[in-house]
T-cell receptor, first 118, second 113 residues
């Protein structure tokens, strides 16, 4: 079974600064996906960024980037130029690679509540 | 804005009531999921449906009864719930071409008195 650990229950950052959220996972799989999801207060959870385990290059999406260390089973999220709208709970998630049309099961961490301060 | 719609957004029910949560996705996805989100706990996967067939029941008590009449609709029927069942229930969907990404609804906040 897979486990995902987010060791920072709460974090805060000043607007325009950079913050890094930590995530580690445990798996015996070699082919899998990792995700960061964002859940703003009272709003739906959305995908922030995705990383395929077979890709060595770290994924980036505008101000969001990851540091994927496969050997260390670490997957941290860096948010640059933090904005007030980044205030949310962030979840790290793991999913084993599955064949096409197969419904995958994602394992989530406990979440990190990030507050961006003006 | 959202491709996954959940109703009702808020529900208060007594322990003897019977109610249902509804989820509808407009994304053409083949898989739909129910997750339970409680305070201080990670998201708990409850049920998975793929092409209308249940592929996962994560040891969920029988007082929760899912129904998936087609790939676009998912229900969660609730009866004789307990106060500890109070939580945010999230519906999600995924498709074959989305490389595992889940698309979530806004959730149904359930309070059991």
């Amino acid at each position: 079974a897979q486990t995902v650990t987010q060791s920072q229950p709460e974090m805060s950052v000043q607007e325009a600064e950079t913050v890094t959220l930590s995530c580690t996972y445990d798996t015996s799989e070699n082919n899998y996906y990792l995700f960061w999801y964002k859940q703003p207060p009272s709003r739906q959870m959305i995908l922030v960024i995705r990383q395929e385990a077979y890709k060595q290059q770290n994924a980036t999406e505008n101000r969001f980037s990851v540091n994927f260390q496969k050997a260390a089973k670490s997957f941290s999220l860096k948010i640059s130029d933090s904005q007030l709208g980044d205030t949310a709970m962030y979840f790290c998630a793991f999913m084993k690679h599955s064949i096409s049309f197969h419904a995958g099961k994602s394992t989530f961490g406990d979440g990190t509540t990030l507050t961006v301060k003006p | 804005e959202t491709g996954v719609t959940q109703t009702p957004r808020h529900l208060v029910m007594g322990m003897t009531n019977k109610k249902s949560l509804k989820c509808e996705q407009h994304l053409g996805h083949n898989a739909m999921y129910w997750y339970k989100q409680s305070a201080k706990k990670p998201l708990e996967l409850m049920f998975v449906y793929n092409f209308k067939e249940q592929t996962e029941n994560n040891s969920v008590p029988s007082r929760f009864s899912p129904e998936c009449p087609n790939s676009s609709h998912l229900f969660l029927h609730l009866h004789t719930l307990q106060p500890e069942d109070s939580a945010l229930y999230l519906c999600a969907s995924s498709g074959a071409l989305s490389t595992g990404e889940l698309f979530f609804g806004e959730g149904s906040r359930l309070t059991v008195l």
